[in-house]
């Protein structure tokens, strides 16, 4: 595999090679989006669980900063600090599936 900063051979390779180093970044990009707001970029805990661009241990970082937060969430709204009860249902189901897929991604490594 290429790095992007060594220079490729073949004629055709030169012209998909910064494609493919941008692509790359692309990837990066979006773990560092998905570490702060998961489910803007997988939507929901099994499509992450489902995802191939993700290893095991990045689809781990990834639902346990989902799960932090949403145990952030349930504590507020166990404060008082969420009014809205559907919401706090939401949460709690949210949570329920992210520690699901955890539990299955763990048992992965």
């Known amino acids: ?3 992007a900063t060594e220079t490729p051979r073949h004629p055709l390779l030169r012209l998909i090679a910064p494609r493919i180093a941008k692509a790359e970044s692309q990837v990066a ?3 560092d989006r998905a570490m702060k707001d998961p489910r803007s970029v997988f939507g929901t805990p099994e499509a992450l669980s489902k995802s191939t661009e993700l290893t095991a241990e990045q689809k781990r970082a990834v639902l ?3 799960k932090n937060q949403l145990e952030q969430l349930q504590a507020a709204d166990d404060e008082g600090m969420q009014q809205n009860a559907a919401t706090a249902g939401r949460t709690d189901d949210l949570l329920g599936r992210v520690t699901s897929m955890l539990f299955r991604v763990d048992a992965d490594l």
């Open 64 to 66: 346990m900063q989902w």
């Open 1 to 3: 595999m290429l790095t």
């Open 29 to 31: 990009m979006d773990i």
